[in-house]
């Protein structure tokens, strides 16, 4: 019964800024780590981003480093992924997902808010 919703998405110029966040909600919910994935039209979908629960060490593939920030609020059960200088590239649905274990499969899945950002 675990449920993961996200929010935030929207339509912003390039350049601008967006935060998308992601509630985890399930009354047995727990995952090591969770992260943000993206999927553009016509194209396969990618890893962006993820955080651990407990250190919140992070992971960002190599075209939002620097631009792009996940954090989490664990007394909330949210995780945010924060967008600067968005590019007309970082159009796609964006999902969160939930790792159970390290190295293991992302196992649970929200069902994505769109992000497009016009030139």
């Known amino acids: 019964q675990v449920q993961l919703v996200e929010s935030g998405g929207g339509l912003v110029q390039a350049g601008g800024s967006l935060r998308l966040s992601c509630a985890a909600s399930g009354r047995t919910f727990s995952s090591y780590a969770m992260g943000w994935f993206r999927q553009a039209p016509g194209k396969e979908r990618e890893f962006v981003a993820a955080i651990t629960w407990i250190a919140g060490s992070t992971y960002y593939r190599d075209s939002v480093k620097g631009r792009f920030t996940i954090s989490r609020d664990n007394a909330k059960n949210t995780v945010y992924l924060q967008m600067n200088s968005l590019k007309p590239e970082d159009t796609a649905v964006y999902y969160c997902?939930?790792?159970?274990?390290?190295?293991?499969?992302?196992?649970?899945w929200g069902q994505g808010t769109q992000v497009t950002v016009s030139s």
């Open positions: 997902a939930a790792q159970t274990e390290r190295l293991s499969k992302y196992g649970y």
